[in-house]
C-alpha cells in the first residue's frame, strides 16, 4: 500500500537521495527547479524516482504526468496524488 508522505519528511528523503547520486550534500526545497536548479540529469532523476518509489510505494516512473514535473514542488504534489488521501 502506498505510503503518503509528509512535505520535511519527503525533502528529507530527496536529499538523501540527491547525496547518493551526486556525491553532495545540499538543501532541497519545494521551489528548486529538478533540471537546472539541482543539476539533475536524466540518469540521476532515474535514481531519485527509484528511491521515491521503493520509499512510497507509488509508481512515478510509469505516470503521464511525470512528463510535467519541473519542480520538487511538482514532484511532492505528483506522489500526494499516487498515494491518496490521508488516513
Do not use: C, H, N
Not at 538523501?16 to 532541497?28: G, L, M, N, P, Q
Not at 543539476?39 to 520509499?55: K, N
Amino acid at each position: 500500500m502506498p505510503k503518503r508522505p509528509s512535505p520535511d519528511e519527503f525533502l528529507t528523503v530527496l536529499e538523501d537521495a540527491y547525496e547518493a547520486a551526486k556525491r553532495i550534500r545540499r538543501s532541497i526545497r519545494m521551489e528548486d527547479d529538478i533540471a537546472r536548479g539541482l543539476g539533475i540529469d536524466s540518469l540521476d532523476a532515474m535514481e531519485l524516482l527509484l528511491v521515491l518509489e521503493q520509499t512510497y510505494g507509488a509508481a512515478l516512473i510509469d505516470a503521464p504526468a511525470i512528463a510535467d514535473v519541473e519542480t520538487v514542488g511538482d514532484l511532492y504534489d505528483l506522489l500526494v496524488l499516487l498515494t491518496g488521501p490521508s488516513p
